[in-house]
């Protein structure tokens, strides 16, 4: 059983289109983590949220974690063919700061010029 | 900032040796995970090490086993490999903000 759902799997937009991928969970998490992956390289932090409710936005990336700190988004605005890649959410589970992070399968984004 | 650093980036193994992955810590990091990779998955917990001690393991059996040293890099040996073994595998330090800083990693393929 997969602990992180993320979806879609697959995304291909044009350039300029926004987009929103998910993160789901059954599990409460104590901070969610959104990373970024290029093939042949390892995943690049992006953000960490900690509180529910929280948003933060990097440039044109805007996170939000759920209230009850078990979902998460990412929506990005304008999409550019930079941002193609393969973005991963990841939990901490409270009180587990030694049962590293939980991953869900990601989401494969593309983007066309 | 140094970045994490892993070596090998490419290993062929033959199942049932054993393999030894490297991995230098970032800078001030005093703590170190394993994550393991397959094809179309995201990473999986291996193992986290801190201050030289295992303090936290994921569902991998025992021949999956590692060491922190006082620099705080880090190894990873694997025994008796499997073809199932074959996986991008990755090291991760961790600083103050949660935030994991990714090595890019050690492709392992078992023939």
């Known amino acids: 059983t997969q602990l992180l759902e993320q979806s879609p799997q697959f995304l291909s937009i044009q350039e300029g289109e926004n987009l929103t991928v998910y993160c789901n969970s059954s599990?409460?998490?104590?901070?969610l983590q959104w990373y970024r992956q290029e093939p042949g390289e390892g995943p690049v932090l992006l953000v960490t949220v900690v509180t529910g409710g929280e948003v933060k936005k990097l440039k044109r990336l805007t996170f939000q974690f759920g209230d009850a700190r078990k979902d998460s988004s990412l929506h990005i605005t304008a999409a550019q063919p930079g941002d193609t890649g393969l973005y991963l959410c990841a939990g901490a589970i409270p009180g587990g700061g030694a049962d590293g992070l939980t991953f869900g399968k990601g989401t494969h984004l593309i983007i066309q010029p | 900032e140094t970045g994490v650093t892993q070596s090998p980036t490419h290993l062929i193994k033959t199942r049932g040796q054993q393999v030894t992955l490297r991995c230098s810590s970032q800078?001030?990091?005093?703590?170190v995970s394993w994550y393991q990779q397959a094809l179309g998955q995201g990473p999986q917990f291996i193992f986290q090490y801190y201050r030289e001690e295992e303090n936290g393991r994921g569902n991998f059996p025992p021949r999956f086993s590692g060491l922190q040293f006082p620099n705080y890099s880090s190894e990873l040996n694997v025994n008796a490999l499997e073809l199932d073994d074959s996986a991008l595998y990755l090291c991760?330090?961790?600083?103050?903000?949660?935030?994991?800083?990714f090595g890019s990693g050690t492709r392992l393929t078992v023939v």
């Open positions: 800078s001030g990091h005093n703590t």
């Open positions: 599990s409460v998490f104590s901070s």
């Open positions: 991760a330090s961790r600083g103050q903000d949660y935030g994991y800083t």
